[in-house]
């Protein structure tokens, strides 16, 4: 028993080399925050299985030596302990995130991060979170944090990180030697790599991040749509101004909508409704933090820089520049910048009427509205930015009175519910949804004397429900999945404002299965609000081909284009 006692005892009086801790640090984050790392490494095609520990054990050797490398730098007294504790904190909360949602950390997560809110930060807390955190950050940390640090001098300190530079320096150079082949082939095929190896996932993603949001402070706003104008109604028969409400969704998928033909029956009172659902609609990211600039932008996603976006006029300033009044309501973490420059309003404004200890639910950004159109003066558009199906606590996001389906996950661990009820729960959001989008639609009718009244819905990003074992959103553009990219848009036209513009629903109807994406939000925006730019791009505008004008020069050019008949005719 003694030596034993006395093992430990001499063990916890001794005294450590910065170094040493970093090392104990890299191999730690290493061996216990990648599993789904070592899982992708050691799923991959061996010869034999001498061969897939020799390769597991390199690429431990390779993570250790590019860690290590940079930590020797960090390795002075006096920094290295803050420095390690919060690099443990860091990789533990990341890797739960990993590997309970199947996420992946890349610019835009770590934008998301920054850019959330209290109440989306609550609702993804659960034990198995602050278990993990307790297991694989703080205790680590604080074992770390109370060892004594051997006093040294400067000299032999810059001596063990030469030391420790070179060692890693051979490590790379062997690995490079004796496994090229199997890295360039590991690399090519999983590109996902460096969104998956923690700790310089997120190490990089955030410097990125940062450096780019500093970048972008130095730019000077660039001004879109001067030019712009209201064109006359194309038969001013009724001289009421018009108004537009767009109904920002958040988290709704096209496939769980029954108007979409989803079996489920989630869009009851739309069903009853002359709305169009358009079925094939491509999101622009799959975030909030990507997708609501994206869509509000003149940028097509091809050409989307968001940094740049925040630094230039989006559609809602170029409607306002027209002389149309704008209002943004809130529900949801903020409008990402792109409300920046017209009214608008956050949930916690708007009075506690339809909220909770925790949160407001959707219906709330009807309250008060009508007050704020008395005050309007001519045209306007509100957007209303919802809740919706934000996850994971799906449940939090109804009413107990609007839970259609039973039973439902009443929890924000996913991994602990089963599927159904996940399924459940999130289709109850699709159902709430379809309640407001229904009252939104009542209310326009009843705002008919005053105004011409539309309504625009569109999502931000799908979700993952447990598909291939992804939940949530956020996968990279080019590995997600259709779940997260595919997004429900509907649109509800009152009879006067189809009549003063124009507009045929029946050949708008003969549009629902037409492949649209984001990019089209924009101008359609601006055609379904007659404004007149040379930034509005018509082929990208939604109503565009369905308002008489065009559809009589479609006609005559077609006319035009076969003489023959004409002749034969
Ligand atoms: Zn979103």
């Given at each position: 028993?003694?030596?034993l006692?006395?093992?430990?005892?001499?063990?916890?009086?001794?005294?450590?080399?910065?170094?040493?801790?970093?090392?104990?640090?890299?191999?730690?984050?290493?061996?216990?925050?990648?599993?789904?790392?070592?899982?992708?490494?050691?799923?991959?095609?061996?010869?034999?299985?001498?061969?897939?520990?020799l390769f597991?054990?390199?690429?431990?050797?390779?993570?250790?030596a590019?860690?290590?490398?940079f930590?020797s730098?960090?390795?002075?007294?006096?920094l290295?302990?803050?420095?390690?504790?919060?690099?443990?904190?860091?990789?533990?909360?990341?890797?739960?995130?990993?590997?309970?949602?199947?996420?992946l950390?890349?610019?835009?997560?770590?934008?998301?991060?920054?850019?959330?809110?209290?109440?989306?930060?609550?609702?993804?807390?659960?034990?198995?979170l602050?278990?993990h955190?307790?297991?694989?950050?703080?205790?680590?940390?604080?074992f770390?944090?109370?060892?004594?640090?051997?006093?040294?001098?400067?000299?032999?300190?810059?001596?063990?990180?030469?030391?420790?530079?070179?060692?890693?320096?051979?490590?790379?150079?062997?690995?490079?030697a004796?496994?090229?082949?199997?890295?360039?082939?590991?690399?090519?095929?999983?590109?996902e790599?460096?969104?998956?190896?923690?700790?310089?996932?997120?190490?990089?993603?955030?410097?990125?991040?940062?450096t780019?949001a500093?970048?972008?402070t130095?730019?000077?706003?660039?001004?879109?749509?001067?030019?712009?104008?209201?064109?006359?109604?194309i038969?001013?028969?009724?001289?009421?101004?018009?108004?537009?409400?767009?109904?920002?969704?958040?988290?709704?998928?096209?496939?769980?909508?029954?108007?979409?033909?989803y079996?489920?029956?989630?869009?009851?009172?739309?069903a009853q409704?002359?709305?169009?659902?358009?079925?094939?609609?491509?999101?622009?990211?799959?975030?909030?933090?990507?997708?609501?600039?994206?869509?509000?932008s003149?940028?097509?996603?091809?050409?989307?820089?968001?940094?740049?976006?925040?630094?230039?006029?989006?559609?809602?300033?170029?409607l306002?520049?027209?002389?149309?009044?704008?209002?943004?309501?809130?529900?949801?973490?903020?409008?990402?910048?792109?409300c920046?420059?017209?009214?608008?309003?956050?949930?916690?404004?708007?009075?506690?009427?339809?909220?909770?200890?925790?949160?407001?639910?959707?219906?709330?950004?009807?309250?008060?509205?009508?007050?704020?159109?008395?005050?309007v003066?001519?045209?306007?558009?509100?957007?209303?930015?919802?809740?919706?199906?934000?996850?994971?606590?799906?449940?939090?996001?109804?009413?107990?009175?609007?839970?259609?389906?039973?039973?439902?996950?009443?929890s924000?661990?996913?991994q602990?519910?089963?599927?159904?009820?996940?399924?459940?729960?999130?289709?109850?959001?699709?159902?709430?949804?379809?309640?407001?989008?229904?009252?939104?639609?009542?209310?326009?009718?009843?705002?008919?004397?005053?105004?011409?009244?539309?309504?625009?819905?569109?999502?931000?990003?799908?979700?993952?429900?447990?598909?291939?074992?992804l939940?949530?959103?956020?996968?990279?553009?080019?590995?997600?999945?259709?779940?997260?990219?595919r997004?429900?848009?509907?649109?509800?036209?009152?009879?006067?404002?189809?009549?003063?513009?124009?507009?045929?629903?029946?050949?708008?109807?003969?549009r629902?299965?037409?492949?649209?994406?984001?990019d089209?939000?924009?101008?359609s925006?601006?055609?379904?609000?007659?404004v007149q730019?040379?930034?509005?791009?018509?082929?990208?505008?939604?109503?565009?081909?369905c308002?008489?004008?065009?559809?009589?020069?479609?006609?005559?050019?077609?006319?035009?284009?076969?003489?023959?008949?004409?002749?034969?005719?």
């Amino acid at each position: 028993m003694y030596p034993l006692v006395a093992l430990l005892k001499s063990f916890h009086t001794l005294r450590w080399t910065p170094l040493q801790l970093a090392l104990a640090a890299c191999i730690f984050i290493i061996l216990t925050c990648n599993a789904p790392l070592w899982q992708l490494i050691l799923s991959q095609p061996y010869e034999s299985l001498l061969q897939q520990m020799l390769f597991s054990l390199a690429f431990f050797t390779l993570m250790l030596a590019v860690f290590l490398l940079f930590l020797s730098l960090l390795s002075w007294p006096r920094l290295i302990k803050p420095v390690l504790v919060l690099l443990l904190l860091c990789a533990a909360l990341v890797s739960h995130f990993m590997s309970s949602y199947g996420i992946l950390i890349d610019k835009v997560m770590i934008q998301n991060l920054f850019e959330t809110d209290m109440a989306e930060t609550a609702d993804l807390i659960n034990v198995q979170l602050l278990v993990h955190l307790l297991l694989a950050g703080l205790l680590p940390a604080l074992f770390l944090a109370t060892r004594p640090i051997r006093p040294q001098r400067i000299i032999n300190l810059l001596g063990q990180q030469l030391a420790c530079v070179l060692a890693c320096c051979v490590l790379l150079g062997l690995n490079a030697a004796l496994f090229y082949k199997d890295y360039s082939s590991l690399f090519r095929n999983h590109r996902e790599i460096r969104n998956l190896a923690v700790p310089s996932n997120f190490i990089y993603y955030t410097s990125r991040f940062l450096t780019g949001a500093y970048d972008a402070t130095s730019r000077p706003f660039e001004q879109l749509g001067l030019d712009a104008v209201r064109k006359p109604p194309i038969n001013n028969s009724n001289g009421k101004p018009d108004l537009t409400i767009v109904v920002l969704g958040e988290t709704a998928r096209s496939m769980n909508f029954a108007l979409n033909g989803y079996p489920r029956n989630t869009t009851p009172e739309l069903a009853q409704l002359p709305v169009i659902s358009f079925r094939n609609v491509e999101a622009c990211g799959t975030s909030t933090a990507v997708s609501v600039p994206c869509m509000f932008s003149l940028m097509t996603q091809a050409s989307f820089d968001n940094a740049a976006s925040h630094y230039q006029s989006n559609v809602l300033d170029i409607l306002q520049r027209a002389g149309i009044s704008l209002f943004w309501r809130d529900n949801n973490s903020g409008c990402k910048g792109v409300c920046s420059r017209i009214p608008h309003q956050s949930s916690d404004e708007l009075g506690e009427q339809g909220c909770n200890q925790e949160e407001c639910f959707d219906m709330q950004l009807l309250t008060g509205l009508e007050q704020w159109l008395h005050d309007v003066d001519g045209d306007a558009v509100v957007v209303l930015h919802q809740q919706g199906s934000h996850g994971p606590a799906y449940y939090k996001r109804v009413p107990e009175d609007a839970r259609a389906f039973t039973p439902v996950c009443n929890s924000n661990q996913l991994q602990t519910c089963n599927q159904a009820d996940i399924v459940n729960a999130y289709d109850n959001t699709i159902v709430y949804t379809d309640r407001l989008l229904a009252q939104v639609i009542r209310f326009l009718q009843n705002q008919g004397n005053q105004f011409n009244t539309a309504m625009v819905y569109i999502s931000d990003h799908g979700e993952s429900l447990g598909e291939n074992n992804l939940y949530l959103h956020g996968m990279p553009w080019l590995l997600a999945p259709d779940e997260q990219k595919r997004v429900p848009l509907i649109t509800w036209l009152s009879e006067d404002f189809q009549t003063t513009h124009g507009l045929d629903a029946e050949c708008l109807d003969s549009r629902r299965s037409e492949p649209l994406n984001h990019d089209y939000l924009a101008h359609s925006l601006l055609g379904l609000m007659r404004v007149q730019t040379s930034v509005y791009e018509p082929t990208l505008d939604l109503f565009a081909p369905c308002t008489s004008s065009n559809m009589h020069l479609a006609q005559t050019s077609d006319n035009q284009g076969t003489p023959q008949d004409h002749s034969e005719g």
